[in-house]
């Protein structure tokens, strides 16, 4: 299983961050796989996004839940996340991952990632 992160690496504040993950070698709809967004800020650790279920149920971190929609098109297995009004400290490299259940997915423990992309908010 392959992950690509594709988007925009600069966002000016206030517009909305989109970025897409393509997957290839497994579909987004197989039983029981979670498809997750994790950033990582300069000099700080991973932060868990949120997730989109085989189901197609999603999942959001507490924090980011009121800014953050994740969607899916299975027809080209991807899945997008949407950040909406972002500030400088949404700055960070951006990763798609693959979690075998919503408990790993909490704990990081993912067993395919993408490369990542660094994605930055500036005007």
């Known amino acids: 299983v392959q992950l690509q992160e594709s988007g925009p690496g600069l966002v000016k504040p206030s517009q909305t961050l989109s970025l897409t993950c393509t997957v290839s070698?497994?579909?987004?709809?197989?039983?029981?796989?979670?498809w997750s967004w994790i950033r990582q800020p300069p000099g700080k650790g991973l932060e868990w996004i949120g997730y989109?279920?085989?189901?197609?149920?999603?999942y959001y971190s507490p924090s980011l839940k009121s800014r953050s929609s994740i969607s899916r098109d299975t027809s080209k297995n991807q899945f997008t996340l949407q950040l909406r009004s972002v500030t400088p400290e949404d700055t960070a490299v951006y990763y798609c991952?693959?979690?075998?259940?919503?408990?790993?997915?909490?704990?990081?423990?993912?067993?395919?990632w993408g490369q990542g992309t660094q994605v930055t908010v500036s005007s």
């Open positions: 989109i279920a085989y189901s197609g149920s999603t």
């Open positions: 070698g497994g579909s987004i709809t197989t039983d029981y796989y979670y």
């Open positions: 991952a693959r979690g075998g259940s919503p408990s790993l997915v909490m704990t990081m423990e993912y067993d395919y």
